[in-house]
């Protein structure tokens, strides 16, 4: 008995040793950054210094978040190979068609016309003299965020809570203490400094959930076999993603939806491209990224299958039923305290990249695009001053919200489908003319209205249809439709579109839509 006792102790020990020295890498990277900060512009954009190591890493740390140990785990333990839906885009199609289609664009147009912020483009690009546009975008965002940040918020809370059986919600202050910190000091250099931390420590966690599952499996094949016989006992754990019509309606879906539009609306990762040094910087970015986002997905997809095969049921979990904890508990039972250590840090890095993310965007909207116009005076040392308030008024708010103890799963994909929402006016803005402010308000407000319903109605459950799609899908035409049925926008917004230069430096080569 006292042996397992001080196993146990040990066991905390080495874990929460790793945590301290993961805690202050972040509070010294802070420090660091900090020194680097002295403009409005080094707080937000970082001085759009970003090469393309380190655009891929935060990136893939931002877009990656507790979502994909807790939420994107417990779905594929749940429905099995279903998750390939979900994974296959978010891995290559998606996270590529970001920098295709977008980040070339934004990076220029927000350079030209002198936006640090996501709204500040929205704002110039659809003439928003009257500030209309800028408010309902930034309420909206910021909601989205804070719901986003909760959502990593429980996955901590969870994480520390069945591995060293802390409580809950002195876990989450922790957490959001050290990341309202470092944040708070060094602004957004600090964050993708951390990012590129996190981001290795996310592709090493993945990396040895993947390959010690293999091993204890004796081999894909074994796996392979012990699958179909999970299928067996459980058919709703299904060995393809082709097991019936509604999952393969419900896969198209969540394929095109989350895997798609999702993400190349993203407002978080539309900052991360207007921060990069030059294009070419964006060029040789979507390689890395696409490499570390397989490497995260495959390692998790392939531990939680097996947890699946050796734990067929919930119940039989040894700390607790929740299946958002599967690989943490994969870590607990079959691996040495050192790597379950090194997943641990990895779950808290996907976290904390995410969430500090969000904090400086919604920051940046708040302060640059709110404040600064109501008072346009403020120098930028007050500037900076305000926004570090602003951060931690979002981090007291979020640990509220987090008291909840809801779905890491429905949390997360809640606020990332309200932010690929927003996303859908800018896309029609950067690539055709004749987008009005119009539009881009009634495509916002009728994407989001189509998103509470349909949250409110459990639709994606009665129609097998998941909620991304039929919200990014509504914006995306209302944006449109509304735009033809409105006035024109001044024609100086065609010119500043044509005037975007290709690395070439070719004016007008960018293709610019105009209604004629």
């Not at 039923?321 to 997943?343: N, S």
């Not at 944006?479 to 049925?485: D, E, Q, V």
């Amino acid at each position: 008995m006292e042996e397992k006792v001080d196993s146990a102790m040990e066991f905390n020990y080495m874990i929460i040793g790793f945590l301290i020295i993961y805690f202050l890498i972040l509070l010294f990277t802070g420090l660091l950054a900090s020194k680097n900060t002295s403009s409005i512009e080094d707080f937000f954009l970082g001085g759009r210094k970003l090469d393309s190591l380190m655009l891929s890493t935060s990136v893939s740390s931002t877009g990656m978040s507790g979502w994909l140990a807790l939420g994107f785990a417990g779905y594929t333990y749940e429905n099995g190979f279903q998750s390939l839906w979900i994974m296959v885009p978010s891995a290559t199609i998606g996270i590529l068609l970001c920098y295709v289609l977008i980040s070339k664009r934004i990076r220029l147009y927000s350079e030209q016309t002198a936006s640090i912020t996501i709204i500040e483009v929205i704002k110039k690009r659809f003439y928003d003299d009257n500030n209309t546009l800028t408010i309902v975008f930034s309420l909206v965002l910021s909601a989205a965020s804070i719901i986003y940040i909760s959502a990593q918020l429980i996955a901590i809370g969870k994480l520390l809570n069945i591995l060293l059986d802390w409580n809950y919600s002195s876990s989450i202050l922790i957490a959001i203490i050290i990341m309202i910190f470092y944040t708070v000091l060094g602004g957004f250099t600090a964050v993708c400094w951390t990012d590129f931390i996190q981001c290795g420590l996310m592709a090493a966690g993945s990396f040895i959930a993947g390959s010690l599952a293999i091993q204890y499996a004796g081999g894909l094949g074994s796996l392979s076999q012990k699958v179909v016989e999970t299928n067996q006992m459980f058919p709703e754990f299904a060995v393809t993603p082709f097991s019936s019509f509604d999952s393969i309606i419900l896969g198209i879906s969540l394929f095109i939806g989350d895997g798609i539009l999702n993400w190349i609306g993203q407002p978080t990762l539309m900052v991360r491209y207007m921060a990069a040094k030059d294009i070419k910087t964006l060029s040789s970015a979507p390689l890395i990224t696409i490499t570390i986002q397989f490497i995260l997905f495959m390692g998790t997809f392939i531990a939680t299958i097996y947890m699946r095969t050796q734990f067929p049921e919930p119940a039989l979990f040894p700390y607790g039923g929740d299946t958002e904890t599967v690989l943490i508990q994969f870590f607990i039972t079959m691996a040495h305290p050192m790597l379950t250590g090194i997943f641990v840090s990895s779950i808290l890095a996907a976290v904390m990249s995410t969430s500090d993310s969000l904090f400086m965007m919604t920051t940046s909207v708040l302060v640059n695009d709110i404040y600064n116009y109501l008072r346009p005076r403020s120098s930028q040392k007050h500037l900076i001053f305000i926004s570090r308030l602003v951060t931690i008024l979002l981090g007291i708010i979020a640990y509220i919200i987090s008291m909840s103890e809801s779905s890491v799963l429905w949390s997360s994909w809640l606020g990332w489908t309200t932010l690929g929402i927003m996303g859908m006016p800018v896309i029609i803005g950067l690539y055709w003319a004749g987008a009005t402010k119009e539009g881009a308000i009634c495509g916002l407000l009728s994407g989001f209205t189509v998103l509470i319903l349909w949250n409110v109605f459990d639709l994606t459950e009665k129609l097998n249809i998941f909620q991304a799609l039929p919200s990014c899908g509504i914006a995306f035409i209302v944006t449109i439709f509304t735009s033809l049925f409105t006035a024109k926008p001044p024609d100086h917004i065609a010119e500043d579109l044509k005037s975007i230069s290709t690395p070439s430096g070719k004016k007008g080569s960018v293709e610019v839509f105009e209604v004629k």
